[in-house]
């Protein structure tokens, strides 16, 4: 029975070496390289929750695509509704180009206009210049003032800070005031 005694007495012994052993190895690679296996860790969690939202994408659109492959009434569905989608926009174009087509006719009617009273004008012996204001004049059909009730703006008689030819970026006329940088280098102390 010594033998099965000895056995049992050593076994616990090594038992205890070994979780020692495996200790001492693992406490000094965490301390070694703890800070660098914790950030990989963490590097690694975030791409692999990025990988799986775009597998889950992926899948998503692969049972659309699957989907739109069975059922052939969707496809139709979507195509009718793209049709009607551009029939919509090219009516609505058409009607703007419409209502350019119109103000450009409208202006071409009215300058047609202008010209016909500039030739009556021309041919009644009057300025067509003249003419040419007038008609804007009239169509404000604003009355215009009299002379008594305008009362002129009087001119200041502040004289300009500055002469009439200064400018600020050429440099000059500003008299003996002018800003240089300072040397460079260390202070002369």
């Known amino acids: 029975m010594e033998p099965d005694g000895e056995q049992l ?3 616990p012994a090594l038992e ?29 969690y975030v791409v692999i929750q990025k990988l799986s939202t775009r597998l ?24 009718e509704a793209l049709a009607a989608a551009r029939l919509r926009m090219q009516e609505e174009l058409n009607a703007q180009v419409e209502k350019h087509r119109e103000k450009l006719r409208q202006l071409e009617e009215e300058r047609r ?23 804007q ?6 009355p215009e003032p009299s002379t008594s009730s305008v009362i002129p703006k009087r001119k200041s008689d502040k004289k300009p ?11 000059e006329g500003s008299g003996t005031c002018s800003w240089r940088p300072g040397r460079r280098g260390p202070s002369g102390g």
């Open 9 to 11: 007495s050593t076994r």
């Open 113 to 135: 206009r202008q010209k016909i009273g500039m030739w009556d004008s021309m041919q009644e012996g009057k300025s067509y210049r003249g003419n040419a204001r007038k008609p």
């Open 137 to 142: 004049q009239q169509e404000d059909n604003t």
């Open 16 to 44: 205890t070496e070994g979780l020692r052993v495996l200790h001492a190895t693992v406490g000094s690679l965490l301390a070694t390289y703890g800070w660098y296996i914790l950030f990989s860790c963490i590097v690694l």
């Open 161 to 171: 800070l500055r002469g009439g030819g200064y400018n600020p970026l050429t440099g």
């Open 56 to 79: 889950r994408a992926l899948r998503q659109r692969q049972l659309e695509q699957a989907e739109a492959a069975v059922e052939p009434d969707v496809v139709v569905k979507r195509q």
